[in-house]
């Protein structure tokens, strides 16, 4: 089956990207995933992952936070700079795309088409290919910039998913909520 493509950039929520990546995985999906640099910090402090920014030690070091055995199949990680893989081309066939978190600079260069890493030409292809291409931007207060580049990206056709928490079903806990919205993104993707 066509893998998903993951992205995971520097906002704040790399919770939701790891449980997503855990539900791809229960469900035999395949992923093909991309940290950003500011991603990568980003994780350090919220979910304690200490990658080096050398993907051939980060492959196995991301895999490992994500419950993937060594010899397992299904997880494969990319250089968030190499723009000559096949991530970076329309021919290489996905099932679409998740940028969760996305921040309001990805969302920028998404919404310009600038491709200036893999994490935004990935999305660029995604877009040109008419494949689904899920965002999950966050932050607050937005602006008019934010605001704008989410309209024109919804006016083509891209989800806007922002992760913003309900309490009508009566969480009891955080892995409750990021649940929860982690089961809309997915729902969104068309997968139960
Ligand atoms: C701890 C931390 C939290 C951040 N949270 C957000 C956020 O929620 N939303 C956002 O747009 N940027 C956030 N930023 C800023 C982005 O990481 C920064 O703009 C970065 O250049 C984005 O690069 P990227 O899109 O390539 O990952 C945060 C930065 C840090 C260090």
């Known amino acids: 089956m066509d893998p998903w493509v993951v992205a995971i950039t520097g906002a704040s ?4 990207a790891k ?5 791809l995985r229960l469900h ?4 093909c995933l991309v940290v950003s640099r500011p991603g ?16 051939r030690d980060d492959r196995e070091r991301i895999r490992s936070y994500c ?3 060594a010899d397992e199949e299904g997880l494969s990680c990319y250089d968030w700079q190499d723009i000559g893989c096949c991530l970076a081309s329309g021919s290489f066939r996905t099932r679409g795309m998740f940028v969760i978190p996305c921040t309001m600079a990805t969302l920028a260069g998404i919404a310009v088409g600038s491709s200036r890493n893999l994490i935004e030409r990935a999305a660029d292809v995604t877009i040109k290919e008419r494949r689904r291409l899920i965002l999950v931007p966050r932050e607050t207060p937005l602006s008019p910039i934010h605001l704008r580049n989410m309209l024109t990206l ?3 056709g ?13 969480p009891g806990s955080l892995d409750d909520l990021v649940d929860f919205f982690v ?4 729902a969104v993707a068309g997968l139960s």
């Not at 929520?13 to 939701?16: A, H």
């Not at 891209?158 to 009566?170: E, S």
């Not at 089961?183 to 997915?186: D, G, I, Y």
């Open 183 to 186: 089961k809309r993104v997915l």
């Open 154 to 156: 919804a006016e083509m």
């Open 19 to 23: 449980r997503l990546i855990e539900a």
């Open 40 to 55: 990568r910090r980003v994780a350090k402090d919220e979910l304690g992952w200490v990658l080096t920014g050398d993907i």
């Open 28 to 31: 035999g999906e395949t992923i």
């Open 67 to 69: 419950g993937y055995s």
């Open 158 to 170: 891209v989800d806007i998913v922002p992760p913003m928490p309900a309490f009508y079903f009566g």
């Open 13 to 16: 929520g790399s919770v939701y």
